[in-house]
C-alpha cells in the first residue's frame, strides 16, 4: 500500500512537469506547476526516510532492440527520493527569482528552457537503465550548452557553452563505455540487476569515474565550470546546485555497490582532496564574486568525492542536499546584487550593501557561514559527519590534513567575500540606485534561506550512520577550522586587494591558461614552424632546388673538361676532326 502511493506520488509530480511543455495554457505557470510537484514530492520522500524504503523499480515500457530488451524503468529509493524534492525546491525558487532578474529577456522561454533542464535531471536521478541515465546525462549536457550560451551575441558566452560541452563529451566517454562493457558482459543495462550480481569489473568502474570527473568537474577536468559563469545567475544558480554538476557524483553514489575495490576508492579519495584543496586556493585569489562561488562549487564537490572515496556515499548525497540549498542561496544573492549594481561583479566595487540591500545581504551572510560550516547549520552537520569519518577511518594522513586545510580555505575565501561586499564605505557611483522593493526577489532567498539553516538537522538523524568514537578535541576539529579561516580572513583582506605576481598563476586559473592560452599557443608556433621553416625551408627546398643545384654543380665538376685554355680547345677540335676522317674514310671503303 505504502509503495504505490509512492508511486504513484512521485510519477504524478514528475508528470506534472511536462505540463507547460505539452500544453501553452500552462507556459504563464511554470511556477506555480513546480510549487505543486514539489509538495507532491515530499509526501514519498517522508515515507522513505520513516520505513527506510529500499530499490523499488516500475517497468515503463520495453523497447525491443533485437540484441537485448530494453526496458524503460524508474528506481526509487532513498536517494532519489531525498534528491526529487530537493530539486524541485530549487528550481521553484529560482523559477521565481528569474522572473525579476531576467524582466528584459523573453522569461516563458528562458523558464521552459530551465524546466526541460530539471526534467532532465530528474530522468537522470529515477533511470533505472543506463539507457535512461545517458538520455538525462545528455541532456543537462544539451540544456547547460544552451542556457549558459543564452547571451549568444557575448563572445565570452560561446566560449564558454562550447567549453562546457566539450568537457563533458570527454567524460561521456566513461559512460559510453561503461554501457558497451555491461552489454558484452552481462547482456543488459538495467541497473538493479548490475547492482544484483555484484559486478566488480575495473573497466566499467574505471569508466563510472572518469563520467563523474568530466560532469562533477574534478582536478584538471575543472576548467569549464568558472567559465560557465558567463551565463545568467539563474542559470548558473541552477546548474551548480541541484542540476548539471552533481550529476556525476549522485552517479557514483547510486553505483557505489560496485566501486567496492580498495584501489579505485583510492582514485576518488585522491581526486577528491586535490580538487578541494586546489578549487579552493583558487578562489582565495578571484575578485569576481560568481567566480569565487564556482571554485566554491568545485570544491565542496571535491569534499563529496571524498565521501564516495571513504566508502559512505550516503554521507556524499547529505551534503549534496544541503549544499543545494544554501549554494543555490548565495547564487541568487549575487545576481542581486549585480543587477542592482548595473552588472558590476567585482567585489571590491560593490561595498556597503549591508545598508541598500539588507535582506539580500542578510540571506548571503548566513548561507556563507552555513558554506563555512558554521554550528548548527546545514553545512555544518554534513562537512562535520564527513571529516569525523575520516579521522575514525584508516586513511592516509596527508588526506586528512588536505581536507581540514581546504575547509579552513572556504571560512577564508567566504568571509572575504562577505567582508568585501557589506563594509561600511561606498566604493561606487552615487547615482546606482539599490532596492528590494520586488517579493520576487526577497522571497526565494528567505525561503532557501530557511531551508539551508533547518534542513540539516533534519536530515541528520537519517543520514548518521557513523560511530563516535571521538574525543572533544578532535570533535572540535571541523569549528576550529572556521575560527582559524576567519581570523586568517582579516589578515589576508587587505595583502590581497591588488593580486601579487605569487597569486597569479592561480587568479589567472591555472590550469584553465595552461590548457586554453599556453598549449594551443605552443601548438600554433609548432605547427608554423613545421609547415613553413621545417618542411618548406629544409625537406622542400632541400629535395627540390637545393638537390638539383648541388647535383648539376658536381657533375660538371667531375665530367666537364671546359677549363678555359686555348690549347685544350685546339687539341679536342684536333681529335674531333682526325675522328671524323677516319670515319668517312671507313665508309668510302
Known amino acids: 500500500m505504502l509503495e504505490s502511493m509512492m508511486i504513484s506520488l512521485i510519477l504524478t509530480s514528475m508528470l506534472l512537469l511536462a505540463l507547460p511543455i505539452i500544453s501553452k495554457k500552462y507556459e504563464a505557470k511554470i511556477t506555480k506547476v513546480i510549487k505543486t510537484s514539489f509538495l507532491l514530492s515530499l509526501f514519498p520522500t517522508m515515507l522513505a526516510m520513516k520505513y527506510q524504503t529500499q530499490n523499488i523499480n516500475i517497468d515503463l515500457y520495453t523497447i525491443n532492440t533485437g540484441m537485448t530488451n530494453m526496458t524503460m524503468t524508474l528506481m526509487i529509493n532513498k536517494y532519489s527520493t531525498l534528491f526529487l524534492p530537493t530539486a524541485l525546491f530549487v528550481t521553484w525558487s529560482i523559477m521565481e527569482f528569474s522572473t525579476w532578474y531576467m524582466t528584459n529577456e523573453p522569461t516563458k522561454k528562458f523558464q521552459k528552457h530551465l524546466l526541460i533542464f530539471l526534467i532532465s535531471m530528474l530522468t537522470l536521478a529515477t533511470a533505472g537503465s543506463f539507457m535512461q541515465l545517458l538520455t538525462g546525462w545528455e541532456g543537462v549536457g544539451i540544456l547547460s550548452f544552451m542556457l549558459i550560451n543564452w547571451w549568444s551575441t557575448r563572445t565570452n558566452a560561446n566560449a564558454a557553452a562550447l567549453q562546457a560541452i566539450i568537457y563533458n563529451r570527454i ?30 569489473d575495473t573497466l566499467i568502474t574505471l569508466g563510472l569515474i572518469m563520467a563523474a570527473i568530466g560532469k562533477s568537474a574534478q582536478f584538471f577536468m575543472h576548467m569549464w565550470l568558472p567559465a560557465a559563469m558567463e551565463g545568467p545567475t539563474p542559470v548558473s544558480s541552477l546548474l551548480h546546485s541541484s542540476t548539471m554538476v552533481v550529476a556525476g557524483i549522485y ?269 594551443p599557443l605552443k601548438m600554433l608556433k609548432f605547427s608554423q614552424k613545421h609547415s613553413t621553416q621545417l618542411t618548406d625551408l629544409m625537406w622542400l627546398e632541400n629535395m627540390g632546388p637545393t638537390t638539383i643545384d648541388l647535383f648539376n654543380t658536381t657533375a660538371s665538376n667531375i665530367i666537364s673538361t671546359q677549363k678555359g685554355q686555348i690549347k685544350k680547345y685546339l687539341t679536342v677540335l684536333l681529335i674531333a676532326t682526325t675522328i671524323l676522317l677516319l670515319m668517312q674514310l671507313t665508309l668510302t671503303l
Open 171 to 200: 567524460g561521456d566517454i566513461g559512460l559510453i563505455l561503461v554501457m558497451v562493457a555491461l552489454l558484452s558482459t552481462l547482456g543488459t543495462w538495467d541497473i538493479m540487476s548490475t547492482l544484483t550480481l555484484n559486478t566488480k
Open 251 to 519: 552517479m557514483l553514489a547510486q553505483m557505489h555497490p560496485m566501486m567496492s575495490t580498495k584501489y579505485l576508492t583510492t582514485i576518488c579519495l585522491g581526486l577528491g582532496t586535490l580538487t578541494s584543496i586546489y578549487s579552493a586556493l583558487c578562489a582565495i585569489a578571484q575578485n569576481d564574486i560568481k567566480k569565487i562561488i564556482a571554485f566554491s562549487t568545485s570544491s565542496q564537490l571535491g569534499l563529496m568525492m571524498i565521501a564516495i572515496g571513504i566508502n559512505k556515499p550516503d554521507l556524499a548525497m547529505f551534503h549534496m542536499i544541503t549544499h543545494a540549498t544554501f549554494k543555490s542561496t548565495l547564487f541568487l544573492c549575487s545576481g542581486s546584487i549585480i543587477h542592482n549594481m548595473q552588472n558590476e561583479q567585482d567585489i571590491r566595487k560593490m561595498n556597503c550593501t549591508k545598508n541598500t540591500l539588507p535582506t539580500t545581504t542578510t540571506m548571503m551572510t548566513i548561507n556563507g557561514m552555513a558554506l563555512a560550516g558554521t554550528p548548527f547549520l546545514s553545512g555544518f552537520y554534513s562537512k562535520d559527519m564527513i571529516i569525523e569519518t575520516m579521522m575514525n577511518a584508516n586513511i592516509n594522513a596527508w588526506a586528512l590534513m588536505a581536507t581540514l586545510l581546504s575547509t579552513t580555505m572556504t571560512s577564508i575565501y567566504t568571509m572575504r567575500m562577505i567582508f568585501y561586499t557589506t563594509k561600511k564605505f561606498f566604493c561606487y557611483k552615487p547615482v546606482i540606485t539599490q532596492q528590494e522593493s520586488n517579493p520576487q526577489q526577497t522571497l526565494p532567498l528567505i525561503r532557501l534561506t530557511l531551508a539551508a539553516m533547518t534542513i540539516g538537522t533534519m536530515l541528520m538523524p537519517t543520514m548518521l550512520n557513523t560511530t563516535n568514537l571521538l574525543t572533544t578535541y578532535m570533535k572540535m576539529t571541523p569549528t576550529m577550522t572556521i575560527v582559524a579561516g576567519t581570523y586568517m580572513t582579516t589578515e589576508m583582506t587587505m595583502k590581497l586587494q591588488n593580486t601579487t605576481t605569487s597569486w597569479k598563476f592561480i587568479s589567472h586559473l591555472a590550469f584553465f591558461k595552461l590548457l586554453h592560452r599556453t598549449l
